[in-house]
């Protein structure tokens, strides 16, 4: 079990979109992950937003131009989701065992985006395998953007991963890393509670 579920039962879609419609409202910037992304790769280029929950930097990339699709675990996220942008594909699947083809998907993403604290809320011990299938879902040359906390200020659960743990999963799923910041308004990385990086998957391609 996800330490994701553990920690919400997997029904906490509605409220956690109700949060983030509150922060909006406030009159906070709520699209900075989808910005990160998309000073990476240009429009039109393939995203998976991978831990997608209800979709929000999903369906603001496809805002932008992009060609999004959807995956997560938590069908009560999901139904945000659908119900936020019922015209964008949303898939429920475990990062753990994720398969694309499997789903009638390509697997030539050219960004791959993992927000909100996914690889510290999957199942204790699937790390590698999740780096694992998601480099295999990007094209030679593609982009692993995973931000996440490393502290308790930063997280809703005990900190498990570290930096160099996961650096060890990305490289042993064929992924380079890039570049590494603070926060997703790409600020310079200063050894702090969050980390935001930057993976390329091994190839002669480049966004």
């Known amino acids: 079990m996800s330490r994701w ?5 997997g029904t906490s879609g509605q409220e956690y979109a109700a949060r983030f419609a509150a922060v909006a409202r406030s009159g906070k ?3 900075g ?9 240009p429009p039109g280029a393939r995203v998976l937003d991978a831990g997608c ?39 429920r699947a475990d990062l753990a065992v994720f398969e694309p083809d499997t789903l009638g998907v390509a697997a030539d993403f050219d960004l791959v985006v993992a927000a909100g604290n996914i ?5 204790p011990g699937t ?16 982009l692993l953007v995973a931000g996440f906390g490393l ?20 490289a042993a799923a064929g992924l380079t890393l890039v570049d590494r910041f603070a926060t997703w308004d790409a600020d310079p990385y200063d050894r702090g509670g969050y980390a935001v990086s930057v993976h390329r998957r091994g190839g002669t391609s480049s966004p």
């Open 127 to 142: 790390e590698a395998a999740a780096a694992a299938h998601l480099a295999a879902a990007l094209r030679p040359g593609g």
């Open 5 to 9: 579920h553990e920690l919400t039962g």
């Open 53 to 91: 929950g209800t979709g929000r930097v999903a369906i603001r990339l496809a805002e932008l131009g992009y060609d999004c699709v959807g995956v997560d675990l938590d069908d009560s996220m999901l139904a945000v989701a659908r119900q936020q942008a019922p015209g964008l594909p949303w898939y």
């Open 33 to 41: 992950e989808a910005r990160f992304c998309a000073a990476l790769v």
């Open 119 to 123: 690889f510290p809320l999957l199942a």
């Open 151 to 170: 502290d308790e200020a930063h997280l809703p659960v005990p900190p498990g991963l570290t930096l160099p743990e996961y650096d060890d999963c990305c």
């Open 29 to 31: 910037d709520v699209h």
